[in-house]
Every structure is written in C-alpha cells, then in structure tokens.
C-alpha cells in the first residue's frame, strides 16, 4: 500500500473498519449508531463521550465503560478525521459522518 510523506497510508484500512463495526455489534447489541465527541456535555473539559441508537433512533444506555472504550477505539480506527467535531459511526454500513451532516439530512 502507498504511504504519503506523512507516513500515514495512503487509502483507509478498510478491513479494520468493518472489524470494528462487528466488534462493537457484538459488545453493544442491538446498537445501529455511535456518536462520539470530545466534548462531554457533563465535564467541563474536554473528554470523550458517546450516545449509542439502535435502529429506531432510542438511546440505548450501555455502561459508561463500554460507551468510552466504543469511543476510544473508533478514535484509533478513523485518526484522520476531524475530532473537533461530533461523527456518527453507523454499524450496518460502517461510514463515519461528521454529526453536522447527519442532522442536516446529508449523511445517516
């Protein structure tokens, strides 16, 4: 595979991703979506939160520590997106949209 003069590979490691989608269906089931931010509503700082739908949009309220390892590795899995704003992983088709364009009807 091509690296750029980054060092990072040139195309996503696709395969990764799906694993990770499967991972996570399995720790979390029932889930359709993760919504990850580093801005905990809760914290004054920043910190890493995540909301979990199933399909029919319900929150879904696993542990917290399941909620912050989800997000940690979808973090690890998709390090060049943008963090400084909300994404939304969506399960069945393994895409990572930033929370913005879901709501405005562009993404999920």
Known sequence: ??????????????????????????????????????????????????????EAGKVMEPSRTTLRVAARWILRVWPEADWAQPHVLDLADVTLIRSDLVAAGRGL
């Open 1 to 54: 595979m091509l690296a750029m003069s980054i060092g990072t590979l040139a195309c996503p490691d696709t395969g990764r991703q799906h694993r990770l989608a499967v991972q996570l269906a399995d720790m979390i089931p029932g889930a359709a979506t993760i919504r990850v931010s580093l801005n905990d509503p809760r914290q004054r700082w920043p910190h890493l939160h995540a909301i979990v739908k199933d």
